[in-house]
């Protein structure tokens, strides 16, 4: 301690009894910068020994080249200069966010185009169902379908037949009030019924041109045993009118069994459409006995209560009225705490009040003409 405290006398005592030559003179702040400056220039020498290629300047000793350093790299803009200089011309961020949303943006008379066009061909490719599948093969221009024109093509055959069967022999040909346009829109049993009737007379009169022949058919041959005696025979006329005859029999099966397919198609529609028309009655009652019922502002649920009636209606009608006016609550209760107290809340709502309003409720029922 005596040695620190002779030190430190003889340091101070050197300090204020000192010439002030300057020369001689000692300032703290001049050993400071001298400290600085040896620091700053080792650093700077060892950064150009390790990293020659970041620095193309000579170094600047003591603290002026500490200095002036940065303002020497400030070409490579780095920092928050270099971060918004780098970024300006890549628009990276926000702005390359922005940017090509921008350019992907059509002029609003170009907009509506692609969604309109993929509109349309949904439009175009959805099919409407049709109560009977059309074949494929049925020609646009003719209003019937294929079942029918295959009828009416082998009705004409049979004519033209029979018609050269007549000539030959001098028959008088049948008469018939048939037309194949009675086949339009579509098949009918009474258009049947016609086609029938024409070929029993026609058939007579093959009869009498070749008895001989048709002698050997029997008259409960099926369509095999017909084609195949059409076959045998040398007379083409006979032979077109007997082939003709077999495919208006199948094509009229077919068409029946067509017309029958139809009518039952027409009949669900039709039993449909009345079950719907009669739901939305239903609805449309319901709403009005709910309205009437919500204008007078009953303490008890309307909707749960019209409801429940017309579910119990459905099975009881009659019981099921005769509890509604007599008995609403049985459908659904007396809400009380929608009954306010009489006499300002001097008087609070006791069970007879639940029950006056249940026999009002019933009675406005009973009057209300829905």
Not at 71 to 97: C, H, K, M, V, W
Not at 195 to 224: F, G, H, T, V
Not at 304 to 316: E, G, M, P, S
Request: hydrophobic share 35%; charged share 30%.
């Amino acid at each position: 301690m005596s040695d620190d405290k002779q030190g430190l006398d003889s340091f101070l005592t050197t300090e204020t009894s000192a010439p002030k030559e300057e020369s001689q003179a000692v300032n703290l702040e001049d050993e400071f910068a001298k400290l600085l400056n040896n620091f700053i220039t080792d650093n700077a020498e060892n950064k150009e020994v390790t990293q020659p290629e970041q620095s193309s300047t000579p170094a600047t000793g003591g603290l002026e080249g500490f200095i002036s350093q940065p303002q020497q790299e400030a070409p490579t803009t780095s920092g928050l200069d270099g971060f918004i200089s780098q970024s300006q011309p890549e628009a990276t961020g926000l702005d390359s966010f922005l940017t090509p949303f921008e350019e992907k943006q059509p002029t609003r008379n170009e907009a509506p185009v692609q969604e309109t066009q993929s509109l349309d061909t949904l439009i175009t490719n959805v099919e409407v169902p049709a109560p009977v599948a059309v074949s494929e093969t049925e020609n646009s221009e003719n209003p019937m379908h294929s079942e029918e024109q295959e009828l009416a093509r082998a009705v004409t055959n049979f004519q033209d037949g029979v018609y050269a069967l007549a000539d030959k022999k001098n028959l008088k040909m049948p008469q018939t009030d048939y037309t194949n346009e009675m086949l339009i829109p579509n098949y009918k049993p009474s258009v049947g019924k016609k086609i029938a009737q024409y070929l029993l007379a026609c058939w007579d009169l093959i009869n009498k041109y070749d008895p001989e022949n048709m002698s050997r058919l029997s008259p409960e041959a099926n369509d095999e045993e017909y084609l195949t005696f059409a076959e045998s025979l040398s007379d083409t006329d006979m032979q077109l009118s007997i082939i003709s005859y077999v495919e208006i029999l199948i094509n009229m099966e077919i068409c029946e069994v067509q017309y029958e397919q139809k009518r039952e198609l027409a009949l669900k529609n039709r039993i449909k459409k009345e079950l719907y028309e009669e739901y939305m009655e239903l609805q449309e009652r319901k709403n009005t006995f709910k309205q009437k019922l919500k204008e007078k502002n009953f303490p008890i649920d309307t909707d749960k209560l019209i409801d429940n009636y017309f579910r119990a209606a459905q099975k009881d009608a009659e019981g099921a009225f005769q509890a509604l006016t007599k008995n609403p609550a049985m459908f659904s209760p007396i809400q009380f705490e929608k009954m306010h107290p009489r006499f300002f809340g001097l008087i609070k709502v006791t069970p007879e009040d639940g029950i006056k309003a249940n026999q009002k409720i019933g009675e406005f029922i009973k009057k209300l003409k829905v």
